[in-house]
């Protein structure tokens, strides 16, 4: 799959620095530890962060034994730079590629993850919608959250019984289906629109 | 890579040092011969017996560490931890890992709308039982004055 966010930067530098910080964003780091955790060239991080100081989008905080790195949380940019990390960053490129692989018509994250309200903490809600078991669908993704420190929690379901709880009185389902998705396999509008007008 | 108990103590103070305990041993399998059980009663709900195959698969694990020398403790997480260890421990794969904990994971789901069907039930009877196979060939190997 393309590294959307090396295209989109231009330099796959630039993508992992700028992911770990907007995907860490209440951690700061060391140059060396940031291009440890970033596998980046410690020489081209460092003139990358120089030029993040000098926009505004990184905050250099001098310390012992050398100065630390942080996204500035005040940056207009990083609000909508977030939401880009999120939909096309590694975490979501990997889901997508677990999600190509099931046997479902429909696979999405749902919750804080795709609202942007998510922290550290957070878990990576998914629904998938097909005819496989949520002990399968759980188990795909077991790889990926455990590479990322995520729990992914996930709830399958078949397009029938998709339909019966869109038509429910469900403030669980009424929240999937009316807050912000980052769909993976298939387009939610299409499921949803579908089932929920099934006789 | 599955960790062993030993590294989860380090890492996580998920395990403390116990003497091995026959009964305790036995209390564990006896009890998840009965769990066994109540997952195959046709009688109760899907749910209840989704629920009762894990538990069945979680009361072998802590026979495995018992019989190891080690016993959980009270940490957040700490019924992966036991799965984790004890798959380490009677050489299960990381696949059957990832499925008992996967069957974990959808026993502590906390929503209303979706019920247990019969595949989530069969899933989580084949995967106890791989883990019950394998934990019973390691008990006769390593442990079998335990068993009697």
């Given at each position: 799959m393309p590294d959307a966010l090396k295209i989109l930067f231009g330099s796959q530098t630039k993508a992992r620095v700028l992911e770990l910080l907007v995907s860490r964003s209440t951690e700061s780091f060391h140059l060396r530890g940031l291009a440890q955790a970033a596998g980046t060239d410690p020489g081209n991080t460092s003139k990358l962060l120089a030029t993040l100081v000098e926009s505004g989008l990184v905050l250099a905080v001098p310390g012992q034994p050398s100065t630390r790195y942080a996204i500035n949380?005040?940056?207009?940019?990083v609000p909508p730079l977030r939401q880009l990390v999120i939909r096309a960053g590694a975490l979501m490129n990997e889901l997508r590629a677990v999600a190509a692989s099931l046997d479902a018509e429909y696979v999405g994250v749902y919750g804080s993850v795709a609202a942007g309200t998510?922290?550290?903490d957070s878990d990576v809600d998914v629904l998938v919608v097909g005819e496989l078991g949520v002990v399968a669908a759980q188990t795909a993704f077991k790889a990926v959250g455990r590479k990322h420190g995520k729990s992914v929690n996930v709830v399958a379901v078949s397009a029938a019984t998709l339909s019966d709880c869109l038509r429910g009185d469900s403030a669980f389902w009424a929240s999937v289906a009316n807050s912000p998705r980052i769909d993976l396999k298939g387009a939610w509008n299409d499921v949803a629109q579908r089932e929920a007008t099934a006789d | 890579m599955l960790r062993s108990a030993k590294q989860l103590q380090t890492e996580a103070n998920a395990f403390a040092v116990c003497p091995r305990d026959k009964l305790a041993v036995r209390a564990w399998l006896t009890a998840a011969e009965d769990k066994i059980r109540d997952a195959d009663?046709?009688?109760?709900s899907l749910g209840t017996r989704f629920e009762a195959a894990y538990d069945a698969a979680f009361f072998i694990a802590l026979a495995v560490l018992n019989a190891e020398g080690w016993k959980s403790r009270s940490v957040e997480g700490h019924h992966a931890y036991v799965l984790e260890a004890a798959c380490l421990a009677v050489a299960a794969s990381t696949s059957t890992f990832e499925r008992l904990d996967a069957v974990r994971d959808i026993r502590n789901q906390k929503y209303a709308g979706v019920v247990r069907v019969e595949a989530d039930l069969h899933d989580a009877r084949r995967v106890f039982d791989e883990f019950s196979d394998l934990a019973g060939a390691w008990f006769l190997a390593h442990h079998p004055t335990l068993l009697k």
């Open positions: 949380p005040h940056s207009p940019l998510d922290d550290a | 009663n046709v009688g109760v």
